[in-house]
């Protein structure tokens, strides 16, 4: 199994929610999170003078599919967040050794 990370610019994750349907992933975790890579944020002046934004709003989604699973619903994560700008994000791809769902006591693929 494999845990994919993707964090996206928020206003892109209705896309996002909907390629991984079609790719056929339900479940997932969504979170805002705050951050910065490349960007390093921004900087504006307004009346006050200058102010620095140096951690900008992000959405994390987090999904654990099957192996074989795992390019397509990294190229949907991908198609989707990219608008080409500085800021799309990343993916991130790591291995998970069990999942076990709480209800039933059913195991890794299973279980997903």
Do not use: W
Request: net charge negative; with cysteine; charged share 35%.
């Amino acid at each position: 199994m494999k845990k994919i990370e993707a964090v996206i610019r928020p206003e892109r994750l209705n896309h996002v929610k909907t390629a991984l349907q079609d790719v056929g992933v339900s479940g997932m975790t969504v979170m805002e999170v705050h951050g910065r890579g490349e960007q390093k944020g921004f900087e504006f002046i307004n009346r006050a003078g200058k102010y620095r934004v140096d951690l900008l709003p992000k959405t994390l989604i987090e999904v654990v599919v099957r192996d074989e699973d795992a390019d397509q619903v990294v190229d949907a994560l991908v198609r989707c967040a990219r608008t080409g700008e500085i800021g799309d994000g990343k993916v991130f791809v790591t291995s998970v050794e069990r999942c076990v769902r709480i209800r039933t006591g059913e195991e890794d693929d299973v279980a997903l």
